[in-house]
């Protein structure tokens, strides 16, 4: 009995995909549940698994190949194995049993557990390099894009030939070495929402530096506490940024809105997008209903999020929708930028770095760890007074937490 693998359905935001990794070749036993191909998306990879235990009998779509929702992409014969050794590739109106290859995998270490992105695990696979020979530098041992173009560039250079003893070796050693990659549907995405951001928006930022001695001062005293109270949490910076937004975004909604058209749409939530890096680039998973989260929510929130990017599992669901979004460009050293907003929203607030400077308080110069607030917003939605009271708002809530639990 042959059953055809056909691709999930996909959400109306996503209208098609594409073929990332196949993980079986044809003629490979499969089981149950067992990851058969990876399709990537603008927004997630998304996996699909063998319906049953058998044979991988065929491949209808190749590598790079695009998809649709419930396109034919490979068919399973169900049951015993039987492999044959004829070439296959079964078109998706074909009413014939399609013939198989087999191709027999002798590495030893075939059922280890490797953690390898899909760009990763494309560029070797076409290189021919064993994916088990490779040493991730990413969490875990993950094997990384750069992971791969380093491994493949070292393979390509040229061996250093014997030098001569009549006529020694002149020149800088090695080769310049360059690389073809089609960019992921994930990277065109965002390339192509940049774009329109700042295209289609009257796009303007205003700055502001914040003293960030008091938050730091009241994680530093109930850190140890807070994480015994909440199973393991551990209290960050993020959720007093989170609690500070969504309160200053009660007092200017402007800021909380966005465009649709020629209409203005106000939201009576707070959604807070917070956007976190990936193998695959940036995203930005949404904190739904924000306002009714308490700080060991959040940042539990975060964390899950975090992992999942990492790991390639967040669903699009969790990156849909979000009224605001927060960008914490400071985790990587950034002292100060201009973030890029995040359409249809009309704000988004962009962290930085803390860094020790001398700032004049009360006519004396202290040492204290100062941060740099940018806030980019759409001038056809957002007066500049709003934007400049709404960035002051968040500034005053974190040189004094305790407004924010005042709710003053």
């Not at 930085?352 to 110069?365: C, F, L, S």
């Amino acid at each position: 009995m042959t059953i055809e693998i056909k691709a999930p359905t996909l959400p109306e935001s996503v209208p098609d995909g594409t073929i990332a990794t196949w993980h079986k070749n044809v003629g490979d036993a499969v089981k149950r549940d067992e990851l058969l191909v990876d399709i990537e998306t603008d927004k997630v990879v998304i996996e699909v698994v063998s319906p049953a235990d058998g044979t991988l009998v065929a491949v209808a779509k190749n590598t790079g190949d695009t998809i649709v929702s419930g396109e034919l992409i490979g068919v399973v014969e169900q049951g015993e194995v039987t492999p044959t050794t004829s070439p296959s590739k079964v078109e998706s109106d074909s009413t014939t049993k399609p013939e198989v290859v087999v191709e027999q995998v002798t590495s030893s270490k075939e059922h280890d557990e490797v953690f390898i992105s899909p760009a990763a695990k494309k560029i070797l696979l076409e290189n021919n390099i064993d994916l088990h020979s490779v040493t991730g530098s990413g969490k875990d041992g993950r094997i990384t894009k750069e992971d791969a173009v380093a491994v493949v560039a070292t393979n390509n250079a040229p061996a250093p030939a014997e030098a001569s003893p009549q006529a020694p070796a002149i020149g800088p050693a090695g080769g310049r070495i360059e690389e073809r990659v089609p960019m992921s549907r994930l990277r065109t995405r965002v390339a192509e929402r940049l774009l329109e951001a700042t295209q289609n928006t009257a796009m303007l930022t205003t700055f502001n530096e914040v003293n960030m001695q008091p938050v730091m001062a009241l994680r530093s005293k109930y850190k140890d506490q807070f994480e015994k109270a909440h199973d393991g949490t551990r209290l960050g910076f993020m959720s007093f940024f989170v609690r500070a937004s969504v309160d200053a975004l009660k007092k200017y909604p402007a800021v909380n809105a966005s465009i649709d058209g020629n209409d203005i749409v106000y939201h009576g939530y707070q959604d807070i997008g917070v956007a976190v890096s990936s193998p695959r680039g940036l995203v930005v998973p949404v904190l739904r209903n924000a306002d009714h989260m308490s700080m060991a929510a959040v940042e539990k929130q975060i964390r899950e999020y975090g992992l999942k990017a990492q790991e390639g599992k967040l669903a699009i669901d969790e990156m849909t929708g979000g009224t605001f979004t927060i960008s914490n460009g400071g985790v990587f050293g950034s002292l100060l930028s201009t973030p890029i907003l995040n359409p249809p929203q009309t704000a988004i607030l962009g962290m930085h770095k803390i860094q020790e400077r001398p700032m004049a308080v009360d006519g004396e110069v202290k040492i204290l760890p100062m941060m740099y607030l940018a806030l980019s917003y759409d001038h056809r939605m957002i007066d500049g007074k709003e934007a400049v009271q709404f960035l002051v708002c968040v500034k005053d809530l974190l040189e004094d937490p305790a407004r924010i639990l005042l709710e003053i």
